[in-house]
Structures are given as C-alpha cells and as structure tokens.
C-alpha cells in the first residue's frame, strides 16, 4: 500500500493539467487509513504516516472523492469531494466525518 503512495508522490510533481485523478495528503500527526478515488476510476487505499500523499488514477469524469478513517477496522470517517488534478490535505482527523480539510481554509 505504501508503495502505491510513494509513486504518485511523483504525480504531484507533474503540471495540474496532466495529474492523474485525485489525492490526498496527510497533514495530522498521527498515521490513517486514506482511500483516494477519481470519478470512474478504482479506489486505491493505504495506511498514510504524517506528510504522506496518496493519488487515484485518472477518472473517466472529472473529480472524485477522499476519505479518511482512523483504522482499517473503523465504522466511521471523513470524505471530502476533491476536483480533478487536485491534493486535499487532512489537517485535523475527527470522527461522523467532523474533519479539518484544507480546503475550508480557501
């Protein structure tokens, strides 16, 4: 799982207009389950430590969705909508999807 994020650590290196799907990066203190998927695209999962980043592949539409969870065994989590090309970052974890993106800060 970890070597998925390692990877498209690279994308985020690319120009927005040829990133792949959506990601998201891990902004807390704390390691999570974080699940990234674009529009159309599978759903690619992994155990994120802090500053971690994790991306889809490119969706078939543009946009996609995030989510966080505080185990592979937890109920509950956060999602966020993520557009195409773009890095959510999750700054505070909390539960029934009660989470601090970056996003609310734009």
Known sequence: M?????ICLAC???????????CVT????????FVAEANGAAQVTGTLAPTETLCSGAGTSPGGVVRVFEHADAFEGCSRLVPEGETEILIRY?????CHWSSHDR
């Open 2 to 6: 970890l070597l998925r994020a390692a």
């Open 12 to 22: 985020l290196a690319l120009p927005a207009e040829t990133a792949p799907g959506v």
């Open 94 to 98: 909390a539960e029934f999807d009660r």
């Open 26 to 33: 891990n902004g807390t203190a704390r390691a999570a389950l």
